[in-house]
């Protein structure tokens, strides 16, 4: 046995806007036990969206903290904060949150924030990443983990997973493709941060306590 086994599952918070697919590709990791996480609770942002159902179905709580009730961003976070300290998550996974985070946010939780975004990061930050790669003529794109700091999708890329552009594909096939990935790539650095084998210091990633020199590449 090794110290890893005798290392109990990490409390994990997820934060999610919409469908949670990448949310269920968690559940089942936790499920099958492959992913040493317990998640202790889903917040969502939006009412009524899939992933919440996803989150109940698997006896998690699904907490719905809505941005419009909240006068500005930052009344929004500190909400959002206090709700989820009640869990006391040791990690939280950022996956399809469609909100930008206060810098008192991402401070609050530095370190210990994941987030996946649908580009080969640092290139395509923001919105519309497929369509982009398309119209700029890429043969390759894919999605990337990082973690979370203050400078939007800019935080320091843990790994990522790369899928061919093929002439008959458009945006929607495209994201069918890189999701696939996603399911495989998030689950797996989840893990490894789990294990205890991924580390922020100031703004390098250290991975088995050496610094990570090129983001890793996961099929
Ligand atoms: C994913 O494509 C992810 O890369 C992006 O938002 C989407 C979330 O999908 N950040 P789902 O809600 O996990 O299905």
């Not at 934060?15 to 499920?31: E, F, H, V």
């Not at 698997?58 to 941005?67: F, K, L």
């Not at 203050?150 to 899928?163: C, E, F, K, N, T």
């Not at 002439?167 to 994201?175: E, K, P």
Request: negative net charge.
């Amino acid at each position: 046995m090794t110290r890893n086994d005798l290392r109990p599952p990490l409390p994990v918070v997820v934060l999610i806007s919409g469908n949670g697919s990448n949310l269920q590709a968690m559940i089942d990791g936790m499920r099958s036990g492959d992913l040493p996480i317990e998640i202790r609770a889903v917040f969502c942002n939006r009412p009524d969206v899939y992933g919440l159902e996803r989150a109940r179905q698997a006896g998690i709580p699904a907490i719905v903290v809505d941005h419009k009730a909240y006068p500005d961003r930052r009344a929004f976070d500190e909400a959002l904060a206090a709700r989820i300290d009640e869990f006391e998550p040791g990690l939280i996974v950022l996956a399809g949150f469609m909100r930008i985070l206060t810098p008192e946010f991402v401070g609050h939780y530095a370190g210990r924030m994941l987030n996946i975004h649908p580009s080969l990061l640092p290139e395509f930050t923001g919105l519309n990443t497929h369509q982009r790669a398309l119209d700029v003529g890429r043969k390759e794109h894919g999605v990337s983990v990082h973690f979370v700091t203050a400078d939007l999708d800019g935080g320091p890329v843990i790994a990522r997973s790369r899928v061919e552009i093929t002439s008959d594909d458009d945006a929607d096939s495209l994201a069918r493709k890189v999701q696939i990935k996603e399911h495989r790539l998030y689950p797996a650095v989840v893990a490894m941060y789990a294990k205890g084998r991924l580390e922020l210091r100031r703004s390098s990633v250290f991975l088995d306590g050496d610094p990570l020199v090129k983001p890793v590449d996961i099929e």
